[in-house]
């Protein structure tokens, strides 16, 4: 068995040449890694010089059609980027950085993270997922070599600064944390859009490229986009109709909408209604939710709500809420309440309404077994905040290193994994000063950052040019079901290594096993689950499916395995013509496997009947009570969040063609809130919160709603020590997230307030 062999470009490279290119060159069709779109990509290549010449929409690609944004270049400037890692780096005692071995690298971080554990219990270690993890199929398949060697309940993740209150709303509903309903974008006639900015995101769990194009569609059909949000986005500009909306009061608007379902006769679940438990819990909350009661809290008018429901009700539509709608006060309810209104209209799983995806490697398919919804089981040391389902706000990673407030029982070794969290998570600067604290700090990332300064160790993996891929998240996300995987481009250097080979030889390392061996007991787990008698390959035996599979450690003999007890999968068959890696590496330019499908439940739902009330959500419905007093003040001021079609987080600002242009950190405010405070477009100004204040330039402007501000994250790139020279030169903008605070939770969630955070705005 090889290890890590590389894929040759050839394997999925066209030796031709094109138009202004020398017959030398190659293009290789990959998919884009960068966002969630997985747009196909021509990315043309001298193979000798190991140089990318060009990258282009892919046209045959059956997914993007040729299009991509301006974040495609990505890919090539970061392989590129001469300020990237390529060998671990370990910190010597007077604080500068030598390169040094992987064999010398893995074995110290090991030594060193079993010493803690040791000395200390498996909790004094605690690891952090950024999200660039979700991007690499290798990462999401190999986190639990490294989370089950390490043993520790200190589990941190980007996720409880993002979607998590979505996975916690969906599992209580439907059993199932990752099974997100779908906009039917092709079909449908009424796409309501909260808390999102698909144009710029390409669709956050709605992924699909040019969406522009899709919502277009929708209106030259005759329909109707209408967006709700605090700042008129680039996504409202194209909408139908565009409501301004106060921040966290999200969720009282969505019990206005039930009430106004409710009271006006149009609550009519259809088919659902049969395997639905809970409507009637859910009349009864909504009663005390009339429009005019929340009218204040929320700033839209009531017979605005009653008309918006109306119209809905009359036409095929799909109710979606995304990113302002999670990181809020209520974003869990809020997420929930979207679920409530597409079952309450019949839109969930129906045609044109939200519909479930159907990956190639089977995860929504029927007869998989619950994973049961758990809280509670342990709580961090410093405040006590309860774990939900493993997680632990990553706001709280401070406080746990910081022996002033979890004293003997503090973290003292800590792993962040492809992160950067000083800039990402909540109160960067009390975080920053934590790190200084830790025993011992290792880093998987490509990076000399913000929070990779602090490590004692860092970890480089390949980049997307130098690895394969397979577009395994998004496949659950798609707005049309596609299965893609992407060869490298080029082959790694022989000492360089995958992310996902990190990971394991780390895992096994702390374990202490040969790497080999817990890659193969892997796969042979998984295929133990997905072959067998009860399975849908009955006659399989795992081991007969093992021999099977590629020769060749690394994520893609997992993924053959699930590919191919899949939908459309082969089920070990020699003789069947359903799909295998080889058919899925043949597909240069991705397969299409149809539009979404209706009626997919309940047969597609891991447990009997919908919970449309769960307990665990609607026991917050008394914080949110309270809250409505407070959304009603109208001389707060509060912060929301921004995304940008250059940016990527953190991570694309060390990008020349990305960071070129004007300063984007900028402070957008309305023209009202600017002239009671005296400001003007370019003034700076000073931002402060309960946590932290910043410094930035205005824009004034009417896209942002009376009493709300909105500032981009990602930015703060002027802390010394880092390896960032682009970044640090021409978009060094000023963190967002040393405003945010900590303490401020969705408390079923854990999931942090980003959106409608109270702040003063003040000219400098
Ligand atoms: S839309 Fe997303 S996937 Fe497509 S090119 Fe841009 S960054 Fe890449």
């Not at 790497?515 to 081991?543: F, Q």
């Amino acid at each position: 068995m090889t290890a890590n062999a590389p894929t040759p470009p050839s394997a999925s490279a066209s030796p031709r040449s094109r138009s202004g290119s020398s017959a030398s060159t190659q293009i290789v069709h990959r998919s884009c890694p960068t966002c969630e779109a997985s747009c196909g990509l021509d990315v043309e290549i001298d193979p000798v010089s190991r140089r990318v010449i060009r990258i282009e929409g892919d046209a045959q690609d059956q997914r993007s059609q040729g299009y991509l944004c301006p974040k495609a270049y990505a890919m090539k400037e970061i392989y590129e980027d001469p300020e990237r890692l390529r060998r671990p780096l370990r910190k010597r005692e007077d604080g500068t950085w030598e390169e040094i071995d992987w064999e010398t690298a893995l074995d110290y971080a090991a030594a060193r993270l079993n010493a803690i554990k040791e000395a200390h219990g498996a909790n004094a270690n605690g690891f952090y997922i950024g999200n660039p993890t979700g991007h690499n199929v290798g990462g999401q398949l190999y986190l639990p070599a490294l989370i089950n060697a390490l043993g520790t309940q200190r589990s941190f993740s980007a996720g409880t600064m993002d979607q998590f209150p979505q996975n916690v709303a969906l599992h209580n509903v439907l059993g199932e944390p990752w099974m997100f309903p779908i906009p039917d974008l092709e079909r449908t006639d009424f796409f309501v859009c909260m808390g999102g900015n698909p144009l710029v995101s390409q669709g956050s769990l709605m992924s699909g490229p040019n969406i522009k194009k899709r919502l277009q569609a929708i209106v030259s059909r005759g329909g109707r986009v209408v967006t709700i949000d605090p700042r008129r986005t680039e996504t409202a500009e194209i909408a139908t109709d565009h409501l301004f909306i106060q921040p966290g009061a999200d969720a009282h608007f969505l019990l206005s909408v039930c009430h106004v379902l409710f009271t006006e006769g149009l609550a009519k679940p259809g088919r659902l209604a049969g395997f639905t438990d809970g409507i009637e819990r859910v009349r009864e909350i909504a009663a005390r939710y009339s429009p005019e009661r929340v009218a204040a809290a929320t700033g839209i008018a009531p017979e605005t709500t009653r008309r918006l429901v109306r119209d809905f009700c009359a036409a095929k539509g799909a109710w979606y809420g995304r990113i302002g709608i999670c990181t809020q006060e209520f974003g869990t309810l809020a997420s929930w309440l979207v679920y409530v209104v597409n079952v309450l209209t019949g839109r969930l799983d129906a045609e044109g309404g939200m519909l479930f995806p159907r990956p190639a490697t089977g995860r929504s398919e029927p007869g998989r077994p619950a994973e049961p919804f758990v809280y509670g089981r342990y709580k961090t040391v410093a405040r006590g905040i309860p774990e939900v389902t493993g997680q632990i706000p990553c706001g709280l990673m401070a406080e746990e290193m910081e022996a002033a407030s979890a004293g003997e029982a503090r973290m003292r070794g800590f792993i962040t994994v492809m992160g950067n969290p000083v800039l990402s998570a909540p109160n960067g600067e009390r975080l920053a000063a934590a790190m200084d604290e830790l025993d011992f700090m290792v880093s998987l990332d490509i990076y000399l950052n913000e929070t990779t300064r602090h490590a004692d160790l860092i970890l480089p993996s390949t980049v997307q040019m130098e690895h394969e891929n397979y577009d395994f998240l998004f496949e659950t996300t798609s707005v049309r079901n596609f299965a893609r995987w992407s060869p490298a481009v080029f082959a790694p250097e022989a000492d360089q290594r995958d992310h996902w080979r990190i990971l394991v030889e780390l895992g096994a390392r702390i374990a202490g096993a040969p790497w080999e061996a817990v890659d193969d007991l892997m796969v042979k787990g998984l295929l133990a689950m997905i072959v067998g008698p009860g399975t849908r390959c009955p006659d399989v035996t795992p081991e007969e499916a093992f021999a099977k599979l590629e020769d060749r450690h690394g994520p893609m003999r997992m993924i053959e395995a699930l590919i191919r007890v899949g939908p459309y999968g082969d089920r070990f068959d020699d003789a069947s013509k359903g799909l295998n890696l080889a058919r899925l590496r043949a597909a240069e330019h991705g397969l299409d496997l149809g539009p979404l499908e209706a009626n997919r439940l309940p047969a597609a739902l891991p447990i009997p009947r919908i919970q449309l009330a769960p307990d665990y959500v609607v026991a917050d419905l008394d914080r949110l009570e309270q809250g409505l007093a407070e959304r009603s003040r109208a001389d707060r001021l509060v912060l929301v969040g921004r995304r940008q079609i250059r940016n990527m987080n953190s991570w694309l600002h060390n990008l020349p063609a990305l960071a070129k242009g004007p300063n984007r950190c900028t402070l957008l405010i309305h023209p009202d809130d600017a002239g009671k405070r005296g400001l003007e477009t370019g003034k700076r100004v000073r931002v402060a919160s309960r946590v932290g204040e910043i410094e930035v330039e205005c824009v004034v402007s009417d896209e942002m709603m009376p009493g709300v501000v909105s500032l981009p994250h990602g930015y703060g790139h002027q802390l010394p020590g880092v390896r960032l020279s682009v970044a640090q030169k021409q978009q060094p903008g000023a963190c967002s997230n040393y405003l945010t605070d900590e303490l401020a939770l969705d408390v079923p969630s854990g999931t942090h307030v980003a959106n409608g955070i109270p702040v003063e705005v003040r000219a400098l």
